[in-house]
């Protein structure tokens, strides 16, 4: 996968960032290895529909929606809202995939929160009939096997490897593939610590951090100086990165660099898990907000 050099900083610090954005068009990125062995098991079980959860602007929908279309599948996205039952013309990211061929059923945001109860899914099966169920995010253990690819042998210099978290599947793959001499750094994009715990359940390695000052505020949170930074960002590397996960990392260890976070001659690796689908949704929420958009068009 391409690695760009973004910059040289102080005291030597040298960031490359693998495009895992540029692995498919629409699977991108994390989304892409984490569906990869799940779409393999559904076929070895003559599995016909896929059925996963997701938010109005949620990666994972598209991706999902695409990849079972691609694939054969019927999809079916269990949508976090049902207000928006009435919006999808005007959500992008919905869209996308109801025009992949996706059954968008929306439920309150109460009932979601019952999305992993054993009765709840059983009570979809009665409602939809059989399905191959694909958590919200897609984390499982095969996700996570599939995240364990997005190393390879030409990272094997790299000191630090950096990317943003969301339901922590990814870097649980990543932590999981890591050499002895290197560190995996997380940048949630949530607020709070729980994340430990679940990434806790796929790994065995201790050589991983999570910083958690750099959220702005919690997921899908974003403000004017995280929008121009990305803006900025474009400008000097020709690299989209999204608001919700990518760039908030990206922001976190620029900004690390610059208080001395990292040793001397550190060689620090960005995973660009992909995302830039949702900027376009973004873009509406600040302009809302009367906030400066994101001005990155692919």
């Known amino acids: 996968m391409n690695q760009k050099v973004i910059t040289a900083f102080l005291n030597s610090i040298s960031v490359q960032i693998k495009r895992e954005d540029l692995i498919h068009p629409f699977v991108s990125g994390n989304k892409f290895r984490k569906l990869k062995y799940n779409l393999l098991q559904a076929k070895a079980e003559n599995q016909e529909t896929l059925l996963t959860f997701g938010g109005a602007f949620s990666n994972h929908i598209a991706a999902v929606a695409f990849a079972g279309n691609e694939k054969g599948f019927k999809t079916i996205g269990i949508i976090r809202g049902d207000e928006l039952a009435s919006k999808v013309s005007e959500n992008p990211t919905l869209l996308f995939a109801q025009n992949c061929g996706m059954q968008l059923e929306f439920i309150s945001r109460e009932d979601y929160r019952l999305k992993s109860e054993v009765s709840f899914l059983e009570n979809l099966k009665q409602k939809f009939g059989g399905f191959y169920h694909i958590p919200e995010g897609g984390t499982n253990d095969l996700a996570i096997k599939g995240c364990e690819e997005i190393l390879t042998s030409e990272d094997a210099d790299f000191d630090y490897i950096c990317c943003s978290v969301g339901t922590g599947g990814t870097i649980s793959g990543i932590i999981n593939s890591v050499l002895p001499h290197q560190k995996v750094l997380g940048f949630p994009a949530l607020k709070g610590d729980f994340l430990k715990e679940e990434i806790r359940n796929f790994v065995q390695n201790d050589n991983w951090e999570l910083l958690t000052d750099y959220h702005f505020g ?6 004017a100086e995280l929008t121009v930074f990305i803006n900025h960002f474009y400008l000097e590397n020709q690299i989209p990165l999204d608001p919700i996960y990518t760039g908030k990392m990206v922001f976190g260890v620029i900004d690390l660099i610059k208080k001395n976070y990292f040793p001397a001659k550190s060689k620090i690796l960005l995973i660009h898990t992909g995302g830039i689908q ?11 907000k009367q906030l400066p958009t994101i001005d990155i068009y692919v």
Do not use: P, R, S
């Open 278 to 288: 949702g900027i376009q949704g973004m873009n509406m929420k600040l302009k809302n």
């Open 218 to 223: 919690g997921y899908a949170k974003v403000n």
